[in-house]
């Protein structure tokens, strides 16, 4: 009896014991991780080729777009060309019916003919008046009028014979001819249709000059519109080939502003040689203009640029503006640790204007107790270009240093710094 008396109290001890030793580790764990400050993300500095370019959409043409229309009305009575039909300079590709202009011309003829009978009419009796006006026969009244109307029969053919010029150009319009050489992408009109030109030109073709050489005209927002300068190598594809990448170049910027919905752009002329016939008119080509290339560059994430740390206070595990300690560190002029690479791999670019200087953040020292974050340790470096993704770096950091680009919060100081959120989602920095 006593035997199994000291027995349950061995067991009850050794329960104690364990109970205080997972009150006693809770604890610590609840301590430091309230201590604990924020983690911190990092990314190495490397060396890469950094392109910095310009995006746009533009669609491609021609070089040469002619629109053949007819300066006459009429109805179609031939057609002799259709779509994607060679067609060679003045070339017939269309015929209105000319009856009407037949009638037309030979009744202008007819009023030549007219008025010149009347000439010759008016031609004897001026005449005859000047001979007895000079035998004091007539009066000189008589003579004055027989002179004019001489002068009116002379006007009036020169009348009816414009009259007859404008009819036979009115008859040779009906013909329709290629104006340049090229191809047919587009033809509007059908045999039988009529052809109204009263108001204004019908277009009833439209003939590419040559479709081995193209153009696009991308439209570039006037923020991006300073870097664009001719003789810029472009990149661009289009929906038909997703995976190859067509080459051009920047040929004329357009100093014409274009307005859509309160957005200024700039067309961008891009000339494109399309000696393998695979684009198109018409097809949208996504563009990318390269403004500017570095070789062997030390690049960051611009993530590392957007940083900026946010502390714990220890009192209340409310995150704060204020930066973790520290000074800032300047790699200007080469000075310092992070100040030895400065304008590596130069050369590939024209002279620039002198690069901002940007603050970026790096990983410092432990805390004392070595339980917490290590700080925040700001930087100023001198940046270069940047694809969207990296930036280059020109002064202030070296290959192979560490550059925050984010960090996590713990759970319980999220949880206070922030006010609930009645949209969902948590706090983000």
Known sequence: MARNKGFSLTKWVFFLVIIAALAGGGFWYWKNSADKGPDYKTAPVSITNLIQAVTATGQLNPLTNVQVGSQVSGIITNIYVDFNSPVTNHQVIAQLDPATYKAIVAQARADVASAKAALELAQAEAERSKTLNAAKIVAQSEYDTAEATLHQAEASVMMKEASLQQAEA?????????????????????????????????????????????????????????????????????????????????????????????????????????????????????????????????????????????????????????????????????????????????????????????????????????????????????????????????????????VIVGQNLPANASSQSAPANPFGGGRRF
């Open 170 to 402: 009115n008859l040779a319009y009906t013909t329709i001819y290629a104006p340049v050489d090229g191809i047919v992408i587009s033809r509007n009109v059908d045999v039988g249709q009529t052809v109204a030109a009263s108001l204004s030109t019908p277009t009833l073709f439209m003939i590419a000059n040559d479709l081995t050489k193209m153009q696009i005209d991308a439209l570039i927002s006037e923020a991006d519109i300073g870097g664009i300068e001719t003789n810029q190598t472009v990149n661009f594809s289009v929906d038909a080939f997703p995976t190859r990448t067509f080459r051009g170049v920047v040929w004329q910027v357009r100093n014409a502003p274009i307005t859509n919905q309160n957005v200024i752009t700039y067309d961008a002329v891009i000339r494109v040689d399309n000696s393998d016939m695979k684009l198109r008119p018409g097809m949208t080509a996504n563009v990318s203009i390269i403004t500017a290339e570095k070789h062997n560059a030390l690049k960051i994430p611009n993530a590392a640029l957007r940083f900026h740390p946010a502390e714990l206070d220890p009192k209340n595990g409310v995150a704060s503006a204020d930066p973790a300690g520290g000074q800032f560190r300047s790699g200007a002029g080469g000075g310092g640790e992070r100040g030895g690479r400065s304008g590596e791999g130069g050369g590939d670019r024209p002279k620039q204007r002198r690069s901002p200087m940007r603050t970026i953040y790096v990983p410092g020292e432990k805390g004392p107790d070595g339980g917490k974050s290590e700080t925040a340790i700001p930087v100023q470096i001198r940046t270069g270009i940047s694809d969207g993704v990296s930036t280059e770096v020109v002064e202030g950091l070296k290959e192979g240093d560490l």
